[in-house]
């Protein structure tokens, strides 16, 4: 599995990092987030939706489990925290993952097994009040081809 990790030392470049993954986001792409609370991915999300040209206010969607953002690509943003076994299937979570969106979600350790592979992972570990540490993962062409892009 391929990796890639950034430091970030506050939360505008968290979110920063975000806005940039976003700009090379395709059609189709799912991307994985994990953390503890407060480890900065509702944060890394509005960076990912401000890179999507979403307008308005981007917060969790725990209680709403998808929320739907129009913006160069449409964006479902997904919380699986309260997530139980086969909820997923019941609201249709994984006709959003397959659509033509892109899908960003947070828990996502919780569905794991039931994310397509093309999936890029993404964890952030708190390193200090303002500090992250970003940790990409991924097994697929499509994920060193975003590693690629990103980077530059």
């Known amino acids: 599995m391929a990796e890639y990790v950034i430091h ?6 968290t979110m920063y990092v975000g806005e940039q993954l976003a700009k090379v986001a395709m059609p189709g792409d799912v991307f994985a987030l994990d953390g503890d609370l407060g480890a900065g991915k509702t944060h890394f999300s509005k960076g990912f939706a401000k890179g999507l ?8 969607p725990t209680f709403t489990i998808i929320k739907h953002y129009e913006g160069r690509l449409p964006l479902y943003h997904i919380d699986a925290y309260r997530l139980g ?19 960003l979600i947070e828990w996502a350790s919780i569905i ?8 890029v992972r ?17 097994v697929d062409e499509r994920f060193e081809q975003v590693l690629k892009e990103f980077g530059q």
């Open 8 to 13: 970030t030392k506050h939360v505008e470049e």
């Open 112 to 119: 794991e097994d039931e994310l397509p592979d093309h999936t």
């Open 85 to 103: 076994d086969g909820e997923g299937e019941e609201i249709g979570l994984f006709d959003v993952i397959d659509g033509q969106g892109v899908s």
């Open 53 to 60: 040209h979403v307008e308005g206010n981007v917060n969790s």
């Open 122 to 138: 993404i964890s952030l570990t708190r390193v200090s009040d303002e500090e992250r540490q970003l940790q990409f993962k991924g």
